[in-house]
């Protein structure tokens, strides 16, 4: 397993933007791949974006294609979350999580976790 840690949660304004970021400890995170998900109040986690260990591959969830893109840097052990176009509705905690295979959008394949970050966008 890997330690995630995410950053650059925050407020925005509808339309704006947002980073996020998700740095990881263990010499093994280039051999994962990574995705973010996201948890409003009340509703289930739910997948965001997925990028393969290489980053060749990426994935989006229909709701942000288009407007968010995954990224990830394994010299830095880092994985990146751009947001533009931001709505209400993108308001949740965003959670970066790691996974042995690429291409699964389910939280049970994902065995390793951050502690999410913020994401609030104002109208």
């Known amino acids: 397993q890997v330690q995630l840690v995410e950053s650059g949660g925050g407020t925005a304004q509808a339309g704006g933007s947002l980073s996020l970021s998700c740095a990881a400890s263990g010499r093994t995170f280039s051999s994962y791949a990574t995705g973010w998900f996201r948890q409003a109040p009340g509703k289930e986690r739910e997948f965001v974006a997925g990028?393969?260990?290489?980053?060749?591959?990426?994935d989006y969830a229909n709701s942000v294609k288009g407007r968010f893109t995954i990224s990830r840097d394994n010299a830095k052990n880092t994985v990146y979350l751009k947001m533009n176009s931001l709505k209400p509705e993108d308001t949740a905690v965003y959670y970066c999580?790691?996974?042995?295979?690429?291409?699964?959008?389910?939280?049970?394949?994902?065995?390793?976790w951050g502690q999410g970050t913020q994401v609030t966008v104002s109208s």
């Open positions: 999580a790691a996974a042995r295979l690429y291409g699964s959008k389910a939280t049970t394949d994902f065995d390793s």
């Open positions: 990028i393969s260990w290489g980053g060749s591959r990426t």
